[in-house]
Every structure is written in structure tokens, then in C-alpha cells.
């Protein structure tokens, strides 16, 4: 006969095991069918990014899901309306969706004043235009000097990579035209953007997208500009995403460009990709990968750099990130005119990820 304290500690006993063993199924990695190849406007083939070239083009490699690139309309007001409608009807005759669209950089060159609240409102009503299409993102890039490149190096097979190596004079480089950008500066025009226009994203479900400055790391100063994402990039994500902390104030993660600011990419990216992922922050990612790391760098093929994107895509696979994971600054051959061969290679290489980590669940 079972004594009431012995059966008091079975039925303990197996609650705890029952309690163990939910924990260790909610914990199991399971697959990930979100997540997807994207294309943008990186490559386009054709007459334009939505022509029927550029758009059997995508489909051919596997990529159903684009993101556009617009200017503003010669006539004022933000991105045209009857554009950003042509484009979605071209993308829905194909099956493809408009998934996102680039905004330019201009509102960070801007001082306070009815310039910058004229900007801000125009961003405002292009949110409202993203959402009448049904685009849920929009991406962005802040800069207010030039993306730093200054070499080109051999690479396989007659190509070359882009790449960057700090200058020992760098201190004598002309500042940029945006003039002096204290770091006080960048980070109050970044508040004012993000204060202005998340509650408006929450409103119309268009979730933003920001591109870290390309590369980070820079010293402050570098033609007068001290960039938001130095000297330290993951301490300058944090902060970014928690001046306004809600799922629309995210990033298109662009791990080359990550990288290019870690001193160990290979292993300091990870937790980068971890906590973003794991908080919902990740919108998008750009799949380019680097030799090297921060103030000297290449941008090579995905499968030669430091970054190991088998393990990326794990963890991108168990936090169930469901954006466009899209290919990114390939290096470049004379006979590969707009780089379509290049990411065509980078289109099968993702597609080739997803599948191998959802195999191992």
C-alpha cells in the first residue's frame, strides 16, 4: 500500500516531469516555413524592377517576394501613388509580392527646423502609401557621408571585391557635405524620426527597417561625421531599438555590413542575430559576408568569409524570423553585366540554407 507521503511524491514527481517535459518541446527547434528568399534592387534585369524580365527573372531563381525602390515624385508629396500602384499590379500578374520598400536617406542631413518637419511628414504620408499596396515594410539607410569603399581586390574566377581599409590619414579626408555631425546631432534627428514615425507604422501595420551605416565602426570625426552605429555596433543597435521600443522599430540586418564593424565576425555576429531575432527586431536581412572585420574588410561570396551563415540560419530558424533574406553587394565580372549571374548564385544559396536547417527538424 502506497502511503500518503509516498503518493504525495509521485504525483509531485510527475507533475515536475510533465512540466519538464512541455518545457523541452516548447524548446525544440522546429522548422521555420516563414522565412524566404528575396529579391531587390541590388540586380534588376531588364527594363525595371518590376518589368516582366526583372520579375521572371526572380522567379526563375525561387524568389517570390521583392522590395522596390522609389524616389520621390517630381510633382512633391513623397513616393508617386500611381507608381507604387503600377508596380504592385505588375508584382501581382506574376504572383510575386511587394513585400518592401527602400526610402532615400535625406531626412538625417537635416538640421531641426520646417525643412526636417516637412521631411518627417512626408515620410509619414509615404507609410500611409506603403500600406495601401500592402507593403509591410520599409527599409532605410541613414547617412550623411557616402558608404566607405576604396579598393577592389582579386577574387575567384576574374572577379573582383569591393573592399575597405582604414586610412592612417584619415583624419585629413574632407568632411562630408551634411558638414560636422556631433554624435548628440545624429542621435536627436534619429529620436525625432523614430518618435514621429513608429506610432504611425503601429497604426498602418508597416513595420521600418533600418540599415546600419555601411561600414561602422568609423572613427568619430571621419569627414566630420560621428556615425550612430560607432565605434561599438551592437551597444549602437540596443540603443536605437530602445529609444522607441516596439516590433516596428526594427532593422534590415545586413550581416556584411555587421560584420565589417566586429573585430571577430564569425563569432560576435551570432548574439547580435540572437537578440534581435530573439525580440523581433529582425525585418529583413541582407545576406553579403566579408573577409576581415572592422576598418579592413572585403566583401566576398557567401561561402568564403568569416561568417558562418549555417549557424546564422539556425538561429534565425528557432527564433522563427519571417522576413526576405536577400543577397547582397556581390563581387562583380566584366561578363556579368549587372552582377545577374552573381545573384543567381546567392538566390540558390539561400534557398539551399533554408532547406538544410529545416532537414534537421
Not at 515620410?123 to 500592402?134: E, L, P, S
Not at 497604426?203 to 565602426?217: E, F, K, S, T
Request: aromatic share 10%; glycine share 10%.
Amino acid at each position: 500500500m502506497i502511503q500518503r507521503r509516498e503518493f504525495g511524491s509521485l504525483v509531485a514527481g510527475a507533475a515536475a516531469g510533465e512540466a519538464a517535459s512541455a518545457q523541452q518541446t516548447a524548446s525544440r527547434p522546429r522548422k521555420n516555413t516563414l522565412m524566404h528568399v528575396g529579391g531587390d534592387y541590388h540586380s534588376v534585369a531588364g527594363a525595371g524592377i518590376t518589368s516582366r524580365q526583372n520579375l521572371e527573372y526572380n522567379l526563375r531563381h525561387g524568389v517570390k517576394h521583392l522590395t522596390v525602390q522609389l524616389g520621390k515624385s517630381p510633382r512633391g508629396g513623397g513616393w508617386d501613388a500611381d507608381e507604387l500602384k503600377r508596380m504592385k499590379d505588375d508584382c501581382d500578374k506574376y504572383g510575386v509580392i511587394l513585400e518592401a520598400i527602400r526610402m532615400d536617406s535625406d531626412y538625417i542631413k537635416l538640421t531641426k527646423g520646417p525643412e526636417r518637419d516637412r521631411e518627417i511628414d512626408m515620410i509619414i504620408g509615404n507609410i500611409r502609401k506603403a500600406a495601401q499596396v500592402g507593403a509591410k515594410i520599409i527599409t532605410y539607410h541613414w547617412t550623411v557621408i557616402p558608404i566607405r569603399r576604396n579598393a577592389r581586390t582579386a577574387a575567384r574566377g576574374g572577379a573582383t571585391y569591393a573592399a575597405f581599409h582604414l586610412e592612417d590619414n584619415w583624419r585629413d579626408l574632407p568632411v562630408g557635405e551634411s558638414g560636422r555631425v556631433p554624435k548628440e546631432d545624429y542621435w536627436e534627428r534619429i529620436t525625432y524620426f523614430l518618435e514621429k514615425t513608429i506610432p504611425v507604422a503601429r497604426q498602418h501595420d508597416v513595420r521600418m527597417a533600418c540599415h546600419p551605416y555601411d561600414p561602422p565602426g568609423l572613427p568619430f570625426g571621419y569627414q566630420g561625421a560621428d556615425n550612430w552605429d560607432s565605434p561599438a555596433i551592437f551597444a549602437a543597435i540596443k540603443r536605437y531599438e530602445s529609444i522607441v521600443d516596439s516590433p516596428y522599430n526594427g532593422f534590415q540586418l545586413c550581416l556584411g555590413t555587421t560584420g565589417e564593424g566586429l573585430k571577430n565576425p564569425g563569432t560576435e555576429i551570432l548574439p547580435i542575430v540572437q537578440y534581435l531575432g530573439g525580440r523581433g527586431k529582425i525585418h529583413q536581412i541582407h545576406m553579403r559576408n566579408i573577409r576581415g572585420g572592422l576598418h579592413h574588410f572585403e566583401e566576398v561570396f557567401p561561402d568564403e568569409g568569416e561568417m558562418d551563415f549555417f549557424k546564422i540560419m539556425r538561429i534565425l530558424r528557432d527564433v522563427q524570423f519571417p522576413g526576405a533574406l536577400c543577397p547582397d553587394h556581390m563581387p562583380r565580372h566584366p561578363d556579368d553585366a549587372g552582377s545577374l549571374q552573381a545573384f543567381a548564385f546567392g538566390y540558390g544559396y539561400i534557398k539551399a540554407l533554408i532547406q538544410a536547417v529545416n532537414s534537421e527538424v
